[in-house]
């Protein structure tokens, strides 16, 4: 039904910025689709964790700790989704995955039923 693949993950310096992108392909995403794309993350060792996320009409939530720092954005037109990530700290080295649902709640991870195969952000001191 839908394909997500991430790309834009790397190897950065602390204060540096990286940009995420998400191709979405298949049946669901669309221009006139209403859904909801979020960006989590899991640190080594840790649980998975929200990140951001974006209505198809634009609408974003983010975690506390991460507000003025990342911005998720989309493109519609492209059915690509972006997030923006500067002044990168080292506790923000994770596998960053992408992740598609239904609707325009932001949901839990639970209802996330399309997920890419992750990029990993590494961010040295």
């Known amino acids: 039904q839908v394909q997500l693949v991430e790309s834009g993950g790397g190897l950065v310096q602390a204060g540096g910025s990286l940009r995420l992108s998400c191709a979405a392909s298949?049946?669901?995403?669309?221009?006139?689709?209403?859904?909801?794309m979020a960006w989590y993350r899991q640190p080594p060792g840790a649980q998975r964790e929200l990140v951001a996320a974006i209505t198809s009409g634009g609408s974003t939530n983010y975690a506390d700790s991460l507000k003025g720092r990342f911005t998720v954005s989309r493109d519609n037109a492209k059915n690509m989704v972006y997030l923006q990530m500067n002044s990168l700290k080292p506790e923000d080295t994770a596998v960053y995955y992408c992740?598609?649902?239904?609707?325009?709640?932001?949901?839990?991870?639970?209802?996330?039923?399309?997920w890419g195969q992750g990029t990993q952000v590494t961010v040295s001191s």
């Open positions: 992740a598609l649902k239904r609707g325009a709640g932001w949901g839990s991870r639970a209802e996330y039923a399309y």
């Open positions: 298949g049946s669901i995403f669309s221009i006139n689709t209403i859904n909801t």
